[in-house]
């Protein structure tokens, strides 16, 4: 049984930094081909952040963060980190944490991903 589990959220100033943590069981390279961060601000409708490919170092970042968010990896921790550089009031939302990217990855389709964490709060004041 997949499970996910997501930390590292709180409130942080704009232009501050938080790094968050997917710790994940039931995943392997063999049974899915990614892990993926998405989150939803009050109102709107959930979107896809970044992804990571199981496998290899492929990754996707949507273009409202490409170049101040990054995903990475720890294999022997079971663990997926999303490091959140140059935050901005717009980026205030609740993340999660997803599996698994369908067929057409990289191209990140929310309907593919049927697990999901409980979710982590992100506050960036102004």
């Known amino acids: 049984q997949v499970q996910l589990v997501e930390s590292g959220g709180g409130s942080v100033q704009a232009e501050g930094s938080l790094r968050l943590s997917c710790t994940a069981s039931?995943?392997?390279?063999?049974?899915?081909?990614?892990v993926g961060w998405f989150r939803q601000a009050p109102g709107k409708e959930r979107e896809g952040v970044a992804a990571?490919?199981?496998?290899?170092?492929?990754?996707y970042y949507a273009d409202s963060v490409r170049g101040r968010f990054t995903i990475s990896k720890d294999n022997a921790k079971n663990t997926v980190y999303l490091q959140m550089n140059r935050l901005k009031p717009e980026d205030t939302a609740m993340y999660y944490c997803?599996?698994?990217?369908?067929?057409?990855?990289?191209?990140?389709?929310?309907?593919?991903?049927?697990?999901w964490g409980q979710g982590t709060q992100v506050t960036v004041s102004s």
């Open positions: 997803a599996a698994d990217c369908g067929p057409k990855w990289p191209l990140l389709l929310q309907g593919d991903f049927n697990t």
């Open positions: 990571i490919s199981t496998a290899s170092p492929l990754t």
């Open positions: 039931g995943i392997t390279a063999s049974s899915h081909r990614c």
